[in-house]
């Protein structure tokens, strides 16, 4: 409706621009006297002044009726952040994207990329390596709110990763009370180191400290005191690389 609106006063705003020219060009041919031209001038003008107040007036309030969607990706971004362990790319206000972790059990630890730069636009959310060998399909398919997503009325970042991590929890299927085998631990600390070496190689060092930083919890857990001394010295370097980058 808004737009229809406008474009109806702007195509009449041209229309008598276009009248003013043809009076000017009928004035140089001496079509019409000078008063004749003076009179019918100041009518289009007239006319023009009405016009430009209309259009600035509906766009005003045009801009008061539209929701402050940069306002309310902020607190969407402080929300999930309150909500789930979150590394943005940028400063809060700058932010474009974003990592979420998700931990399904103390030993089955997940990464998710939220890329919301076209916000209040769907968000792109993708599955890293180790989601990927849980979930299933796409992340639409898992979460109801990125697939029912409206831009006008948009939903919320943190509904989205609460669907995935309840997903996740219930594939995981690890109880609360449920004693975790040595061999389980053993077997996610494994995949951590694996998965830390990779993110280094790729240059994801915060995310390398982030896996590393998993494989000391179970080490530290199965009291291994070598190994544990030999992660936080591994976390430390990566550390002092992202400091001098």
Do not use: C
């Amino acid at each position: 409706m808004y737009d229809q609106k406008l474009k109806d006063l702007e195509e009449k705003y041209f229309e008598i621009e276009n009248k003013v020219f043809d009076l000017q060009n009928k004035l140089k041919n001496k079509e019409l006297t000078q008063p004749e031209f003076d009179t019918l001038k100041k009518n289009l003008n007239d006319e023009l002044t009405d016009l430009r107040n209309k259009i600035q007036t509906l766009k005003e309030k045009n801009i008061k009726d539209q929701p402050n969607f940069k306002e309310s990706l902020i607190e969407q971004l402080i929300e999930l952040r309150n909500n789930f362990q979150v590394d943005y790319n940028l400063e809060l206000k700058k932010a474009t994207k974003g990592v979420v972790y998700i931990s399904a059990s103390p030993y089955d630890h997940f990464r998710f990329l939220i890329d919301f730069h076209k916000f209040p636009k769907k968000p792109v959310v993708q599955f890293s390596s180790e989601a990927k060998g849980v979930l299933a399909g796409k992340p639409e398919d898992i979460s109801p709110t990125l697939k029912n997503w409206d831009k006008d009325s948009p939903g919320r970042f943190v509904d989205i990763f609460q669907e995935i991590e309840s997903t996740l929890i219930d594939k995981i299927g690890l109880k609360v009370d449920q004693e975790v085998p040595i061999s389980q631990k053993l077997a996610a600390r494994r995949k951590s180191i694996v998965l830390a070496k990779e993110l280094e190689e790729d240059g994801e060092l915060q995310d390398a400290i982030w896996a590393l930083e998993n494989a000391l919890k179970i080490s530290e857990e199965l009291k291994e005191s070598d190994k544990v001394e030999k992660f936080k010295q591994k976390i430390e370097e990566l550390k002092h690389k992202i400091n001098n980058n």
